[in-house]
């Protein structure tokens, strides 16, 4: 267990519509990070955000968007779902320690969303 | 672009036959390389580190190496709960405030079999 938790596990929709993910970091870690995997594209960064602020942005559609809520639990928001949406989204959260090393980012266990 | 790239795609090991994983990347000034287990339908979980040539870091059955170009995991004896895909990232971007785009490879997918 990673401390990193996710909700919902599982989330089946209809194309056109609009869902919402949720994200809580570990205690402590102040950045969190989106991504997408599915079976033909592997594992895509989507979006991180730090203390309540975007910070790095990868090739996230319009159609998405997050926040990063004061307690510092995060939301993935995906809208006008299309069938190639469906996938596993994972958050992770890192700790953000200062000194110029890279963080180890720590996952959740992932929303699996399906479009029908 | 930066790009990883993983070898080879799958793996199968009788237990207790060892073997190795590679990571290869072209990432000008590495600034760390993560290797990942990912069981089917689960969250990456996290396995090592590492931030510089020559480092290497060992967790039970696994050993990860770093060069210049590439990693290695090996996997020492492996067990049947040694299955799973291994992933490997490396940090995408010039700037300190995209460190936390990781870029991961494909993945190794190892079975292990009794």
Redesign the interface.
Known sequence: D?G?TQTPKHLITATGQRVTLRCSPRSGDL?V?W?QQSLDQ????LI?YYNGEE??K?NILERFSAQQFPDLHSELNLSSLELGDSA?Y?CAS?VDVPG???????????T?LTVL | EDQVTQSPEALRLQEGESSSLNCSYTVSGL??L?W?RQDP??????LF?L?SAGEEKEKERLKATLTKKESFLHITAPKPEDSATY?C?V???MT????????????TQVVVTP
């Not at chain 2, 339908?41 to 996290?46: D, T």
């Not at chain 2, 405030?97 to 990781?102: E, Q, Y």
């Open positions: 990673s990193v950045s990070y991504y592997g594992l895509q960064f991180q910070r790095a990868g596993l994972f890192s110029g090393l890279v963080d180890t980012q720590y996952f959740g266990p992932g699996r | 600034r760390g993560f990942y339908g689960k969250g990456p979980e996290f580190t931030y992933l990232a940090p995408g971007g300190t405030d995209s460190w936390g785009k990781l870029q991961f490879g494909a993945g």
